[in-house]
């Protein structure tokens, strides 16, 4: 079956570390995001792709960088520069460029800084 | 600015009783809208959308929205809610000009036995 997948789903971290999560799609879509989701906030963009060696800032990206070497994956690193990392973290992707807003979710993954 | 808003932070609904989650937004001109739900620890998933044409549209799991341009409404309806759809809504609008989806802060639904 076609989809996002999102690795790992849960993820401790030392302050000070930097992490990478991972995101996967075989959807064949042009673009891919991430967007992270604090309780009460919904969803706010930190970095989107609309295709492979490019990529543009969201409205928080401070702390974070992205790559997107390859069509099908997209991942985030959260630097030890990002102040506030624990939070649930979500990919997605989008069928072409001139996005219409329609989004396809990996699972999320849960990254908490000790 | 472009915008989405949810009033209700949280509700909490009978079994069998009927549900309308609101949204309202702000937006320049005809905007793509969209409503989402989220399962605890999960992602978000498509229930409906808006583009164009019948404002009334329908989604998967008996949901359905109506689009009000006066009232800059999106609200999400269904008429007998069921104790799997308890989870969080998330009203989005989306544009052409750029790559960036705003949604809401989502609603809550709780449902009661």
């Known amino acids: 079956d076609g989809g996002i997948t999102q690795s790992p789903k849960y993820l401790f971290r030392k302050e000070g570390q930097n992490v990478t999560l991972s995101c996967e799609q075989n959807?064949?879509?042009?673009?891919m995001y991430w967007y992270r989701q604090d309780p009460g906030q919904g969803l706010r963009l930190i970095y989107y792709s609309q295709i492979v060696n490019d990529f543009q800032k969201g409205d928080i990206a401070e702390g974070y960088s992205v790559s997107r070497e390859k069509k099908e994956s997209f991942p985030l690193t959260v630097t030890s520069a990002q102040k506030n990392p624990t939070a649930f973290y979500l990919c997605?992707?989008?069928?072409?460029?001139?996005?219409?807003?329609?989004?396809?979710f990996g699972e999320g993954s849960r990254l908490t800084v000790l | 600015a472009q915008s989405v808003t949810q009033p209700d932070i949280h509700i909490t609904v009978s079994e069998g009783a009927s549900l309308e989650l609101r949204c309202n937004y702000s937006y320049g001109a005809t905007p793509y809208l969209f409503w989402y739900v989220q399962s605890p620890g999960q992602g978000l998933q498509l229930l409906l959308k808006y583009f164009s044409g019948d404002t009334l549209v329908q989604g998967i799991k008996g949901f359905e929205a109506e689009f009000k341009r006066s009232q800059s409404s999106f609200n999400l309806r269904k008429p007998s809610v069921h104790w799997s759809d308890a989870a969080e809504y998330f009203c989005?609008?989306?544009?052409?000009?750029?790559?960036?989806?705003?949604f809401g802060a989502g609603t809550r639904l709780f449902v009661k036995a």
């Open positions: 959807l064949n879509h042009d673009a």
């Open positions: 989005a609008v989306g544009n052409t000009g750029g790559f960036k989806t705003i």
């Open positions: 997605a992707s989008s069928i072409s460029p001139g996005n219409t807003g329609e989004l396809f």
